[in-house]
């Protein structure tokens, strides 16, 4: 299972999403002067009625501890829609 995958099945494990998107955008960062080729710049996109029901702070902040690790190790940036 690769990184992103395991992302995927991390937030469903604890959330149980209608529907989940992760884009890796690295890419478009590779240039910027903090590029870091071992961190993720990645972009989520959750169709989740119970985070939708909530305010928009409170739903990014349980993503990011769910990510917590990630976060501090592989992820540069995370970018969280919530539909």
Request: hydrophobic letters at 40%; glycine letters at 0%; a positive charge.
């Amino acid at each position: 299972m690769n990184f992103l995958e395991q992302i995927k099945e991390k937030i469903n494990n604890k959330i149980n999403p209608e529907n989940i998107i992760l884009i890796d955008n690295s890419h478009i960062h590779a240039k910027h002067k903090s590029f870091e080729k071992n961190k993720f710049h990645l972009k989520v996109i959750i169709k989740s009625k119970k985070l939708k029901s909530m305010n928009k702070v409170m739903a990014h902040k349980i993503i990011f501890s769910i990510l917590k690790d990630e976060m501090r190790y592989k992820i540069h940036a995370l970018e969280i829609e919530i539909q």
